[in-house]
């Protein structure tokens, strides 16, 4: 399994940014996927996250900010991300793991322990 994150960059606050992530090595759509951020000094925080059937599970400090989804054709994910602030910089990481048999498709985690498959990041900067 390989994950490549694309998309981050440098954005005053207010704006924009949409990362997308792209995985190979999935025969099928039975894996969960999660964002997740890490700044400096800080532990790795879980952003967001996605199920097999699309169900999605969202940090309350996001408050409705950011908007994550999947295409399953393309084996991609992304990550919208609207009205930036200060404190959303960090490095943003994509992580994928297998539905096992007991795993319902509608779970996600945001917690790191759950995912083995790590992409390499990318920056996001927000300059106020």
């Known amino acids: 399994v390989r994950l490549v994150e694309s998309g981050g960059g440098s954005v005053p606050a207010g704006g924009s940014l949409r990362l997308s992530c792209a995985a190979s090595?999935?025969?099928?759509?039975?894996?969960?996927l999660g964002w997740f951020r890490q700044a400096p000094g800080k532990e790795r925080e879980g952003v967001a996250c996605i199920a097999s059937d699309g169900t999605t599970s969202y940090a309350d400090s996001l408050e409705g900010r950011f908007t994550i989804s999947r295409d399953n054709g393309d084996n991609t994910l992304y990550l919208q991300m609207n009205r930036m602030k200060s404190e959303d910089t960090a490095m943003y990481y994509c992580a994928a793991q297998r539905l096992s048999p007991y795993t319902s498709y509608w779970y996600c985690s945001r917690a790191s322990s759950k995912y083995p498959y790590w992409g390499q990041g990318t920056q996001v900067t927000v300059s106020s």
């Open positions: 090595g999935f025969t099928d759509g039975n894996y969960y």
